[in-house]
């Protein structure tokens, strides 16, 4: 599935507008459950990049032994872009509750 840079924008735009009083309000009264969105917050940006990382160095290899296999500058920004448009979609069902 191709995945829009539009698309991650918008829903990017609306998960920081959804999270921004959850953060106001946790650091003026913070609890465990507001902790815990924070350090999620950070933690799933890491492991994003880091899987970023393995599926783009995968895509490469595929590359490396089918390079005539055509749109390989595609694959590999597809690859890098699936697990933040993953994250990005749970996020945004998740916070619309």
Not at 47 to 59: D, G
């Amino acid at each position: 599935m191709k995945h829009s840079a539009v698309t991650m924008g918008f829903s990017a735009a609306e998960i920081i507008a959804r999270r921004m009083p959850m953060i106001w309000w946790g650091m003026w009264n913070p609890t465990a459950s507001s902790n815990a969105e924070m350090i999620k917050m950070v933690v799933e940006k890491q492991m994003a990049f880091a899987e970023a990382c393995f599926a783009v160095q995968a895509e490469l290899f595929m590359m490396s032994i089918s390079p005539w296999k055509p749109g390989g500058a595609d694959r590999v920004m597809q690859a890098a872009l699936r697990p933040a448009a993953k994250r990005v979609k749970a996020n945004v069902r998740r916070l619309r509750r």
